[in-house]
């Protein structure tokens, strides 16, 4: 299947192509309002969407039903699960309460060619992991996972990708449901294998009333792919986004994403931090909507990125979109390189160049890292990201690099 060819069809035609259920009929709807990307669409300016799209690929979705019910892991082998973690509810089926105002034509069209949703009830306080592993290629891999989160529940869940396969393209995502004075703590440790699958994640999360969201992303990335998400704010959420990107090859990768502040006291955070090098391009394509309802709203966002050669490129791009007076907003981006100020120092006291832009990368690496409050999960990311920086971890050195912060990028 070819993905690009669906922009031609209507609403109809869309949903046939897609060998989708009639119950669909108002996700091929949206579909056909919003469109499949192309290089003209803003927000995939910056990414190469063409490559994703043009490829004619066979269509592969979820279907199997039956999987072991152990551990604290689910995990996810193309699609299929293959174990699911205790004390979770877990079935598949189909889902259709999608959002019906998402900035994304891929969300979508992962619903429409997802027969079968991967969905997950949680009612009772637990932290577990979801494992992806990708191994089929030359496909066209179709997923999502929805998490339905009770009430006064908190939950913790570390997800990582195993990705093995090649010349296959992975579209996913999730669709996620906090309800009233729920607490989600959610980290995303993405790193892939050069040359790898294309993937592309593709998310909403609807954070109710007095509900906090804490969304970590790490990719160590030797290879192309997006996150996006949607996260939509009711009256005295909270939600605090940290995203580090660090690039090893000539690829693009990053984050697009839309936070709306649908009613009152509601917080937001997001921050990301990129490191790019051999003429790779971060993505941060960042939106924050405060709406009329949303008053004494807080809303920050910013950007902040070293790059390591003069080949490669940050396209920053953070935005408020604010229809009120009554609220605390921010938005800012830094581009730059390491500053020379900051080597001298450190050189001057002994230490030798190529140490010391190890210290002052590590330490730009380590407020995101540190984001991340679960000591285990951490430890988890610190190895990744000592192994993508200099091929092997020490991981006593990134836990002692602190307060250098403030001299890393020049001004």
Do not use: W
């Amino acid at each position: 299947m070819r993905v690009d060819i669906l922009n031609a069809l209507d609403s109809n035609g869309i949903l046939k192509e897609c060998k989708a259920s009639s119950l669909k009929k108002h996700i091929a709807n949206r579909l056909y309002e919003v469109k499949i990307p192309t290089k003209k669409s803003e927000k995939y300016r910056y990414f190469d969407i063409e490559d994703f799209t043009s490829k004619d690929l066979e269509v592969v979705s979820t279907s199997k039903d039956k999987f072991k019910q152990q551990g604290k892991s689910l995990v996810i082998e193309d699609g299929e699960v293959v174990s699911a973690p205790e004390g979770v509810e877990v079935e598949i089926g189909e889902f259709l309460d999608v959002d019906n105002d998402h900035f994304d034509g891929l969300y979508y069209l992962n619903h429409l060619l997802t027969q079968n949703a991967i969905i997950l009830r949680v009612k009772r306080d637990i932290s577990f992991n979801i494992k992806h592993i990708f191994n089929k290629e030359e496909v066209f891999l179709n997923y999502r996972v929805v998490i339905f989160i009770d009430a006064n529940s908190f939950v913790e869940i570390y997800e990582s990708i195993e990705a093995n396969s090649k010349d296959s393209q992975i579209l996913s995502g999730y669709d996620i449901f906090l309800s009233r004075d729920a607490n989600l703590k959610f980290f995303k440790n993405q790193t892939l294998n050069e040359n790898s699958s294309l993937p592309i994640f593709t998310n909403y999360f609807k954070v109710d009333s007095n509900a906090t969201f804490k969304y970590g992303t790490f990719d160590f990335a030797k290879s192309s792919g997006l996150n996006l998400f949607k996260s939509e704010l009711h009256s005295n959420s909270s939600f605090n986004a940290m995203h580090l990107l660090f690039t090893t090859s000539e690829i693009k990768a990053g984050t697009i994403s839309e936070i709306v502040h649908l009613d009152k006291s509601s917080k937001s955070n997001q921050m990301a931090k990129n490191i790019l090098t051999n003429g790779s391009r971060g993505i941060f394509d960042a939106l924050i909507r405060v709406t009329k309802a949303a008053k004494y709203t807080s809303a920050h966002q910013n950007s902040k990125a070293i790059l390591l050669d003069s080949k490669s490129y940050m396209a920053s791009k953070p935005q408020l979109e604010i229809y009120i007076d009554e609220l605390e907003a921010s938005h800012g981006s830094t581009t730059g390189q390491l500053d020379e100020n900051a080597l001298f120092y450190l050189r001057s006291r002994g230490i030798n160049k190529a140490e010391a832009v190890k210290m002052l990368i590590l330490a730009f690496a380590n407020e995101a890292i540190e984001f991340v409050d679960n000591k285990e999960i951490a430890n988890h990311i610190y190895v990744d990201f000592e192994k993508a920086y200099y091929g092997s971890s020490d991981i006593e050195c990134i836990k002692t690099c602190h307060e250098c912060e403030d001299m890393i990028l020049g001004s």
